[in-house]
């Protein structure tokens, strides 16, 4: 095995939405020497730039790596995938573009848990820090930071309609579901500039990536942290089948994802007693809560057929029509083109609700798939999807082996929790119910998914298992906490080692309500100064 004589102060595992801010931030001091590493290769190439490219993309093996989850009751017995961005950028080159950060309550909720600096009246100042929102500066927003983030650039008809028939069925409208509140329904923020996607590449690492204090490794997989005294020292990296030693003076930070943070860390001694022992791994921490604690969103969509031909299902094929769409990109960085994984939506509470906030998320699109990144149908499709904003339903991640090029085994345990199952129930009656107020009923003629023979409770739910699918929000495996399964701490340095920190999707102690590139950018915004103060 080859020793990398190089000397970094950092090195970055994964240059994800987390991997590539971090790297930006960390390298603005000239005295660190940083090392970003990568699995995937660099972002070049159209789709990946292209705002709706991600319907290409997400299924691409080249830049998407997909894991197959293990089959369960609560998806009808169906192997779920999960792609996640194997591409410098990460999932923030492949995601659905939706930019929303979550319900104050939750980030409220964090602290509650005895993660102090993690309210929202704490966190608030790091989401206006990184973005450049186009709306303006305000309390809430801010127009300095490198992530470009626009309102919505595509006004469909059939969306219009729907918003207003939500309002009709007694929902508040909301102008910025990043303000105040999450709660009614409007129009949700993209991340993307001008024309094109502002990925967590394209904002935070082009403008650092020439900087003479920062390395890049691309095609390079990191299998184990390396320790000495319970100190991590560097890493163990694999490249073109050739293993190397890469040394870090003053820490190693695992921005790997949900999936694989957790995996790097079992491989690398800390994680359960027992399944590390089962895979002949040394245990340097015994640390129950690694890989567990697994949160998603499962979703569930109806579709309706539509009588006018409106839905983006027909406007795709109309050769006519996709010339306009083009030319609107081009010239005015507008139109369909531009469309993220939900064009509309928002946030309301069922009779269900736990709390006195939103426990139902709602998206809306003027187009229908069997899934996402398939063809279009090809009849006039019109989609309106929910989940569900806090499930109860917890999963897990674990190695099966101690091959870091393996994939873990996924339980993601969909509705295995009652109130999951119910609010799920709820929310597929409510979008029927919006379907048939006045200002959006003449506008169909039949619903496909999941049909009008499916009119029971037990029918929905049976429909929901057999049919739901996730919207890509694994978080939570390396959970931020003071109890035992706690994996960081407030500060996200790994509990009972020094040098290692954790900091991406992984330490949400509880999923945010809503889509998680959001916060999980402001993760390492808020990681980065932490990292920085403590290496003065
Ligand atoms: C298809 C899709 C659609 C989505 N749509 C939306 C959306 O519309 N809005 C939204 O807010 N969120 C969306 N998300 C979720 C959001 O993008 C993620 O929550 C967020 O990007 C997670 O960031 P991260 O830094 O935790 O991980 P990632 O961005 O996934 O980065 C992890 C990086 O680490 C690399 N890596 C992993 N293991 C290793 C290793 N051992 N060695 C070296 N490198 C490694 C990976 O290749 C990857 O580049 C979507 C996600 C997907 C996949």
């Known amino acids: 095995?080859?020793?990398?004589?190089?000397?970094?102060?950092h090195i970055i595992v994964g240059a994800g939405s987390a991997g590539c801010l971090l790297a930006n931030r960390l390298t603005s001091r000239p005295q660190n020497k940083v090392l970003l590493i990568e699995a995937g290769a660099w972002d070049d190439g159209f789709w990946l730039k292209l705002p709706v490219g991600y319907y290409k993309t997400m299924n691409n093996p080249k830049v998407s790596r997909h894991f197959a989850c293990e089959p369960g009751d609560g998806s009808g017995g169906r192997s779920i995938n999960w792609p996640r961005g194997c591409v410098i950028g990460g999932s923030s080159s492949i995601n659905g573009l939706i930019f929303i950060r979550g319900q104050h309550q939750n980030f409220d909720d964090w602290s509650a848990l005895g993660n102090h600096g993690w309210s929202y009246n704490e966190v608030l100042p790091y989401f206006r820090r990184l973005e450049s929102f186009n709306g303006g500066d305000s309390q809430f927003h801010g127009t300095h930071g490198e992530l470009q983030v626009s309102k919505l650039r595509n006004h469909h008809p059939d969306c219009t309609a729907w918003l207003s028939a939500a309002h009709q069925y007694g929902l508040p409208l909301n102008e910025d579901?990043?303000?105040?509140?999450?709660?009614?329904?409007?129009?949700?923020?993209?991340?993307?500039?001008?024309?094109?996607?502002?990925?967590s590449s394209r904002a935070f690492l082009a403008p650092a990536k020439s900087r003479k204090n920062l390395d890049i490794m691309t095609k390079t997989l990191v299998n184990r942290v390396l320790f000495e005294n319970k100190k991590a020292i560097g890493v163990e990296i694999a490249q073109d089948g050739r293993k190397q030693i890469i040394h870090a003076k003053t820490e190693v930070i695992l921005s790997a994802g949900a999936i694989q943070s957790p995996q790097v860390l079992q491989l690398s001694g800390i994680g359960p007693g027992a399944l590390l022992k089962k895979h002949g791994i040394d245990i340097v921490v015994d640390s129950p809560g690694v890989g567990q604690n697994l949160q998603d969103h499962y979703q569930m969509r109806t579709i309706v057929q539509m009588r006018s031909q409106n839905s983006l299902n027909k406007q795709i094929r109309n050769p006519l029509s996709l010339l306009k769409m083009g030319l609107d990109w081009a010239f005015r960085g507008r139109g369909a083109l531009t469309v993220g994984a939900g064009q509309v939506g928002g946030a309301m509470r069922t009779r269900l609700a736990p709390t006195d906030h939103p426990d139902l998320q709602l998206f809306v699109m003027p187009l229908s798939v069997d899934k996402p990144g398939e063809p279009l149908h090809r009849y006039p499709g019109f989609t309106s999807a929910i989940w569900q904003c806090h499930p109860k339903s917890r999963g897990s991640i674990e190695i099966v082996t101690s091959d870091p090029t393996v994939d873990p085994k996924i339980q993601p345990n969909y509705l295995t929790d009652a109130l999951d199952q119910d609010t799920m129930v709820e929310g597929i009656k409510i979008l029927r119910e919006i379907y048939k107020q006045s200002n959006f009923c003449d506008l169909w003629d039949a619903e496909v998914v999941p049909g009008e023979q499916v009119k029971t409770d037990s029918e929905i739910l049976d429909a929901i298992r057999k049919g739901g699918g996730t919207v890509y929000h694994p978080v939570g495996t390396c959970k931020m906490g003071v109890d035992v399964a706690a994996v960081v701490g407030p500060d996200l340095r790994v509990h009972g080692v020094n040098g290692l920190r954790v900091v991406d999707a992984s330490i949400m102690p509880l999923i945010t309500s809503a889509n998680t590139n959001a916060?999980?950018?402001?993760?390492?915004?808020?990681?980065?100064?932490m990292i920085l103060e403590s290496n003065l």
């Open 1 to 9: 095995m080859n020793i990398f004589h190089k000397r970094y102060t």
């Open 177 to 199: 579901f990043n303000a105040d509140t999450t709660e009614g329904v409007g129009e949700y923020h993209l991340s993307i500039g001008s024309r094109w996607r502002s990925s």
């Open 519 to 529: 916060p999980t950018l402001m993760i390492a915004e808020k990681a980065a100064d």
